[in-house]
């Protein structure tokens, strides 16, 4: 045989599939040979729904979320506040924000986290056009909810040198981050000895409505 | 926001990746994301690999591998036994039984087990063309190398009676099967008592080369 599969076009498929995060090549012949056993429509779909996706998506111009409409619906809604902006890494991070319900302000989508490991400097985040929105005097309140990471870490402190460089925030600008602490659910034992310093320093008045 | 993912774009990706076996909707939105971060001409890469595989994939005439050719690389091999056909229930399995090395004959894919409680009949397979095959007297052994399973062993079975039914497999036609024994590698003690007896009743002689 002149390759592994006896097909280049189930060589291509297994090729192009196992491009995808965790996706071995072993993995990546299961799902073409699925492909083969089902109908050609669908097959079409799953095709056409990729090439779609990256071709077609847009952004908000403001917060950077994907979104159908220049403006996302988070960003044009009238019941949000639109002066509180809960800076994520990513879009599933909103998605993870809002399957809370807790959150009512708006978003502002950084594309990753500051990691000089990868080459990932600031100017290749939505830094700058952070930046822009604090220095335009309409945000009240920045929340950085990164992940509890180095990278996150090194992000938040960037993002807070740059706000509070002289001339940049407006005056009484509040910068604030997620709560660390014990997660809910876990028990004392297993939780490590950072977060457990983290969430007595912490601590807050207890409240019987939780 | 009118839908879970802001987009449905991406709603699409999502529900269509979703499809694949072994793939949820937090592992297809994962691999969308992923897409998302890509160049473009990936995303077309891969999309379209998958529309070309499903529309153009060709089958052998003789053997049912996947084959660009009308007959198939080892069908059309002068160096593969064509007389020795062994029979296997899919593409992934002649993978298999090629990677070994140890096999000089020709193949026969059914595409698939007989399984009743999934509504596969005989008739849904590559069986009767497996018989055609036998009738015609080119084959002197037939070899079933079927998963050692239920359905493994009912489509067996069914094959066995089939080519032995009056009139069908030419004088002297060899049925054979895998042998069944302890794994490679294995420890006796984790080798469950089924397949200890069948190796203990198919012991062969000691062969020092191995």
């Known amino acids: 045989?002149?390759?592994e599969f006896s097909s280049s076009l189930l060589e291509n498929a297994v090729t192009a599939l196992s491009r995808l995060p965790g996706v071995g090549?072993?993995?990546?012949?299961?799902?073409?040979?699925h492909?083969?056993?089902?109908?050609?429509?669908?097959?079409?779909?799953?095709?056409?729904?990729?090439?779609?996706?990256?071709?077609?998506?847009?952004?908000?111009?403001?917060?950077?979320n994907i979104s159908e409409e220049d403006v996302c619906p988070i960003c044009s809604s009238p019941v949000r506040k639109l002066n509180v902006v809960c800076v994520v890494e990513n879009v599933r991070d909103v998605m993870s924000i809002e399957a809370t319900g807790q959150y009512d302000?708006?978003?502002?989508?950084?594309g990753?986290?500051?990691?000089p490991i990868d080459g990932i400097g600031?100017?290749?985040?939505?830094?700058?056009s952070l930046v822009q929105r604090v220095a335009s005097g309409t945000v009240d309140e920045v929340i950085l909810a990164l992940?509890?990471?180095?990278?996150?870490?090194?992000?938040?402190?960037?993002?807070?040198?740059?706000l509070t460089a002289?001339?940049?925030?407006p005056e009484g600008l509040k910068i604030t981050q997620l709560a660390r602490g014990v997660s809910v659910g876990n028990e004392l034992e297993y939780t490590d000895e950072v977060t457990l310093g983290r969430s007595l320093l912490n601590r807050t008045l207890f409240d019987e409505s939780y």
Chains 1, 2 share one sequence.
């Not at 090549?25 to 040979?33: F, G, S």
């Not at 990753?112 to 990691?115: A, E, H, K, P």
């Not at 100017?123 to 700058?128: G, K, M």
């Not at 992940?147 to 740059?162: H, P």
């Open 147 to 162: 992940s509890a990471t180095m990278e996150g870490d090194t992000t938040n402190y960037y993002i807070y040198r740059r």
């Open 122 to 128: 600031p100017d290749l985040l939505e830094i700058e």
């Open 1 to 3: 045989m002149e390759n």
């Open 25 to 33: 090549r072993k993995t990546a012949l299961r799902l073409a040979l």
């Open 112 to 115: 990753g986290l500051v990691s």
């Open 166 to 169: 002289p001339g940049i925030a």
């Open 35 to 64: 492909i083969l056993r089902r109908p050609e429509n669908e097959a079409r779909e799953i095709g056409q729904a990729l090439i779609d996706l990256r071709e077609n998506i847009r952004y908000c111009r403001v917060c950077h």
């Open 105 to 110: 302000g708006v978003y502002h989508v950084l």
